[in-house]
């Protein structure tokens, strides 16, 4: 087949924008830390004066049972779907030839809507995004900084009103560099560093991607019980975490309390309001009755979860 010299061209030329236009967006110098602290200076929008409308894009760690807490303690109004997997990374629920393992279980709920229609609807308050862990495989592997700007630009563009959020969880507690440690060190060199970097300088966006420190309020708060012997019904990590049916631990998954604490968190940075004296006594997904701290030990959660949110101006949080 003959292929004449303005074809050959034609080609050449798409070839070399597209290499052109990749070499601008990965040739984008990182933002200093002066720079970053002045993208987050300012506040996120206040939220509307009723129950958020919000998008869970996910997997395990997001669950059904912590969304459902997280309208518990809205009350009002508040509204949510999700898209969920098994250890599902941002790529795989982005590129539609990935397999997204667990998708037929984990959406087996009236509260699915898939994640494509939802981010590109426009009809939310608020998007979640989580990426999976291991947060360094994720990077390594499956590019979360890009995907997670690709993402948040799908959302933009159909409203650039909706705040969108990036859920920080956690490793397992049997991690060989240290529980409390890797999330001490995670948090700016993976979580921000390398994935609300990329959005940012991807994308140079007018607001940012806040961030919902889950992983940082879970280590502030099993430092506290475990350096003062506990709270009664909480005496260190393990008790925030599932156990098996054999009665061994579950070191990623979190049981009822685990899935509090983060509601709890979601809840402050959502809406901007201080947690401290919300009710503690809620329901699963399924209507049944969670498992609830104490009093005391909801009275310490919730001051934790805002001093936390209150410290990092990443959240959009007013500090």
Do not use: C
Not at 148 to 169: G, I, K
């Amino acid at each position: 087949m003959m292929i004449d010299r303005t074809t050959i061209l034609l080609g050449l030329a798409v070839v070399t924008a597209a290499a052109v236009a990749l070499w601008v967006v990965l040739s984008r110098p990182a933002l200093s830390p002066e720079k970053l602290r002045e993208t987050y200076a300012d506040p996120a929008p206040e939220p509307p004066g009723r129950g958020l409308h919000v998008f869970h894009l996910g997997h395990s760690l997001v669950g059904r049972d912590m969304p459902a807490m997280l309208a518990q303690l809205a009350n009002d109004g508040h509204r949510y779907e999700s898209q969920l997997g098994w250890g599902t990374s941002l790529k795989e629920h982005y590129e539609p030839g990935e397999t997204i393992n667990g998708f037929e279980a984990e959406n087996d709920h009236p509260r699915f809507r898939p994640a494509r229609e939802a981010v590109g609807s426009g009809e939310y308050d608020a998007i979640v995004f989580t990426e999976m862990v291991e947060i360094r495989d994720a990077i390594r592997y499956h590019q979360s900084g890009k995907y997670l700007a690709q993402w948040a630009a799908l959302a933009r563009d159909a409203n650039p009103e909706t705040r969108l959020y990036l859920y920080e969880s956690w490793h397992r507690l049997d991690d060989p560099d240290g529980w409390l440690d890797r999330l001490d060190r995670d948090i700016d060199r993976y979580w921000i560093g390398e994935l609300l970097q990329q959005d940012l300088t991807r994308n140079t966006p007018e607001r940012p991607v806040y961030l919902i420190p889950a992983g940082q309020v879970m280590a502030r708060f099993v430092r506290e019980v475990e350096a003062t012997g506990g709270t009664g019904d909480i005496t260190s990590r393990e008790d925030l975490f599932q156990r098996k049916d054999d009665g061994t631990l579950d070191p990623i998954h979190i049981n009822d309390l685990g899935a509090y604490l983060v509601a709890l968190t979601h809840y402050a940075v959502l809406y901007q309001t201080s947690p401290v004296g919300m009710r503690h006594q809620l329901d699963r997904a399924d209507g049944t009755a969670a498992d609830a701290p104490s009093e005391g030990t909801a009275r310490l959660m919730q001051q934790i979860v805002w001093d936390v949110v209150t410290s990092r101006p990443e959240t959009g949080v007013p500090q």
